[in-house]
T-cell receptor, first 111, second 109 residues
């Protein structure tokens, strides 16, 4: 158990819909990262938050957004979903000078 | 982001040592070398990291070349549970982890 909790574990939704993925970091970790892993792609960095503020942005689509709340949990919002958004979405957290701990992921299937 | 090069796949036998190579010829002086692995259907998992000196922990050893342009992850006695994709990543400070394609390690019983 990494200490990072992601919910839900599985999500099936239709094209055009909007979903929210949730991540609770390890206790005390201020940084949260989101990654997308499709079948034909590796782990793609989407976005990083540090103590509530956006720190780094990767190849995140405009239809996607994220935020980190005062209690440090984070949410990734995916809207106007397309078939190609079907993927595993991972959240990771780090503390100062620690390695990254990853959650078990949310498997999103868009039908 | 500094780039690493790893073989796409490797195969080894159970209870034998495994040496996973990684080339990083453009590494900068402040880049740490990190290794993560991803078991099937799981999130990536930290394995080990180092800067200049060789490192050992309960999971593996990391051997870093003197010029730091390459490194090798060593699993001393592979088990079936070590079958995973292994990622070699260069990371400076609090930067994000940038994953490449990694090496898919197969362990034969």
């Amino acid at each position: 158990d990494s200490g990072v909790t992601q919910t839900p574990k599985h999500l099936i939704t239709a094209t055009g819909q909007r979903v929210t993925l949730r991540c609770s970091p390890r206790s005390g970790d201020l940084s949260v990262y989101w990654y997308q892993q499709s079948l034909d792609q590796g782990l793609q960095f989407l976005i990083q938050y540090y103590n509530g503020e956006e720190r780094a942005k990767g190849n995140i689509l405009e239809r996607f957004s994220a935020q980190q709340f005062p209690d440090l949990h984070s949410e990734l919002n995916l809207s106007s979903l397309e078939l190609g958004d079907s993927a595993l979405y991972f959240c990771a957290s780090t503390g100062p000078n620690t390695e990254a701990f990853f959650g078990q992921g949310t498997r999103l299937t868009v039908v | 982001d500094a780039k690493t090069t790893q073989p796409n796949s490797m195969e080894s036998n159970e209870e034998e040592p495994v040496h996973l190579p990684c080339n990083h010829s453009t590494i900068s002086g402040t880049d740490y070398i990190h290794w993560y692995r991803q078991l099937p259907s799981q999130g990536p998992e930290y394995v080990i990291h180092g800067l200049t000196s060789n490192v050992n922990n309960r999971m593996a050893s990391l051997a870093i070349a003197e010029d730091r342009k390459s490194s090798t992850l060593i699993l001393h006695r592979a088990t079936l549970r070590d079958a995973a994709v292994y990622y070699c990543i260069l990371k400076e400070g609090a930067q994000k982890l940038v994953f490449g394609q990694g090496t898919r390690l197969t362990i034969n019983p």
